[in-house]
């Protein structure tokens, strides 16, 4: 089998390149490294004893994307390329539904003039926004709350009505709830341009000293200590679940699947977690919570369970511990330190 895997060269999709690689796939990139480096992709050959054909390449780009299509027998894509900075994308709405909602629409184009009719849709629990009830069910009404999250509801209506007529279509959305870790050999690992958004990759540059002081966002939410809960998970149960979700689709329609744990965890209990994990303190101050920010958000995993036989395997200290192996033996990400 031959999966292309657009945006491979990012923090989840080259973790999902060393999986399908290991697991027999051929895999073909394409990724515009606007917030990647080509250096993962040395990492994941490194990792997996083979050259993974790559591309760089906007998927905005149609005679671009059909010359990858013409190159290769491709039987199904796991689409990550996006962009997927929520704050960025209050500011830039253009180029986030260009780049999210174009890239998808061009993808599906070139996919259906090659008859490839299998596609798995890289979502997120962010169209839920601020839900009623934690966990989150699959059927919970979405309500984005920012341009990026509804790119990825928006994304997941267009395919919906796509397999309406594209009938041997299968397509399956996956709503990650919140992706962290790395692959365990600390090859590969997130790398963010620029001072990380995110809580995870921000404690492990605090701990490796590259910055210092970590800002709670709030401490005044309706949570176990006050602070925002959510479903941290391992990137490999991540993209484990990719490879199974390609297993079963083996009939035609469109599905939207949770990947979660099932565990909340605060912002306080994943920093007691990284603390323990790295050995020293790592200072921080509560601050007032971040616009935007919800304060639980926990998935319900029972349907990717029931679906697909694939539940997380890792639990938080696994998480900790494989961003700190990676961030450990590369201070600077992928550039030399
Ligand atoms: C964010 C995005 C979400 C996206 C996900 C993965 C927002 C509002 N949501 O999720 O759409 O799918 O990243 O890219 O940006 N926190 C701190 N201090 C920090 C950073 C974070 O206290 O320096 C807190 C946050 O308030 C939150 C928790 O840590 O309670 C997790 O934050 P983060 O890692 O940014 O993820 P989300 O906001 O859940």
Redesign the pocket.
């Known amino acids: 089998m031959s999966v292309l895997v657009t945006g491979g060269a990012g923090f989840i999709g080259s973790h999902c390149c060393v999986d399908l690689a290991t697991h027999g796939v051929d895999v073909v990139v394409v990724d515009d490294h606007s917030n990647s480096s080509p250096r993962a992709l040395d990492r994941v050959a490194e990792l997996v004893g083979v050259e993974i054909p790559s591309y760089e390449i906007d998927v905005r780009d149609p005679a671009e994307l059909e010359s990858v299509f013409a190159a290769h027998d491709i039987d199904a894509v796991i689409h990550f390329a996006a962009r997927?900075a929520?704050g960025e994308s209050v500011a830039m709405p253009i180029e986030y539904y260009e780049s999210n909602v174009g890239g998808l629409l061009n993808l599906l184009r070139t996919m259906r003039a090659h008859e490839v009719d299998r596609l798995v849709f890289s979502s997120?629990?962010?169209i839920y926004g601020d839900a009623d009830d934690v966990p989150i069910l699959e059927d919970t009404p979405p309500r984005p709350t920012n341009p990026?999250?509804r790119t990825k509801w928006m994304g997941e209506q267009i395919l919906a009505d796509a397999c309406a007529v594209e009938t041997a279509w299968s397509v399956m959305a996956l709503r990650y709830f919140?992706p962290v870790g790395a692959h365990e050999s600390g090859r590969i690992g997130e790398d963010p341009r620029g001072i990380p958004?995110?809580?995870?990759p921000?404690l492990t540059q605090l701990a490796v000293g590259r910055l210092h002081e970590?800002?709670?966002?709030?401490d005044d939410y309706p949570t176990v200590d006050g602070?925002?809960v959510?479903d941290y998970i391992h990137v490999m149960d991540v993209v484990e679940g990719h490879r199974v979700a390609l297993e079963h689709m083996t009939s035609p329609g469109f599905r939207s699947l949770n990947l979660g744990t099932g565990t909340g965890t605060s912002?306080l209990q994943l920093l007691a977690a990284f603390t323990e994990v790295c050995g020293r303190e790592l200072p921080y101050r509560i601050v007032a919570r971040?616009p935007?920010?919800v304060a639980e958000?926990v998935a319900d995993p029972e349907r990717a369970a029931v679906e697909l036989g694939w539940r997380a395997r890792r639990d938080v200290l696994d998480m900790c511990r494989d961003a700190w192996r990676f961030q450990q033996e590369n201070p600077g990400g992928y550039e030399p330190a």
Request: aromatic share 12%; glycine share 12%; proline share 0%.
């Open positions: 997927k929520v997120s629990c962010s990026y999250a919140n958004n995110n809580l995870m921000y970590l800002s709670v966002f709030g602070t925002g959510r912002v971040r935007g920010d958000l």
